[in-house]
């Protein structure tokens, strides 16, 4: 094998290792991360489960059609008074119950929410602070790289050195055997 594809293999295999050890780094890195985010995170209170309880069931389709249902219902009872008028038109003791809901609804929302933005801001610090390490093992990762590129260069060097010497040798024997044959 040539000096030029030795040069070549070796660095192949140098950047092949490197890759691996920085996948098997950033493996441990999310472990480390996620068992450090599952240890901080603390445990959910009553009042905050029932406050994310309220905001999932709150905010979904399935709320918002029986919802929309039995306002419908509401409405055409009253409009068509086929039961008693319980609530004739505007439909104030139907604007107080959604009133109610909505007064009532509100803070719970804004508790989960809240909770979910100190989440999320957690969330956004950590991946911060990954990206920061990832950014400096990749940095790393080119010095190495350029330390190999520059060793590669450098046995090159020798190689063509080497070459050109010899080169001059058999020219210079060549040479010699042309002036002996002539003689």
Do not use: C
Not at 55 to 66: K, L
Not at 108 to 127: K, L, P, T, V
């Amino acid at each position: 094998m040539n000096p030029i594809e030795s040069a070549r293999h070796m660095l192949d295999d140098a950047e092949k290792f490197l890759l691996h050890d920085m996948r098997v780094l950033r493996r441990a890195e999310r472990m480390r991360l996620a068992r450090a985010q599952a240890a901080a995170e603390p445990e959910l209170t009553l009042g905050q489960r029932i406050a994310d309880l309220v905001a999932a069931t709150m905010g979904s389709w399935r709320f918002i059609i029986i919802q929309s249902l039995i306002l419908a219902i509401w409405i055409a009872l009253n409009v068509t008074a086929y039961v008693r008028q319980w609530d004739p038109y505007p439909f104030i003791l139907l604007n107080l119950a959604l009133s109610f809901q909505a007064a009532y609804a509100a803070p719970f929302i804004m508790m989960s929410q809240n909770r979910q933005q100190d989440i999320d801001r957690r969330a956004a610090e950590n991946d911060y602070k990954v990206n920061i390490k990832a950014e400096l093992e990749i940095e790393l990762l080119h010095q190495k790289l350029d330390q190999l590129r520059e060793s590669e260069v450098l046995s090159l060097s020798i190689a063509v050195a080497e070459l050109t010497h010899l080169l001059h040798e058999t020219k210079d024997e060549l040479t010699a055997l042309r002036q002996a044959g002539s003689v």
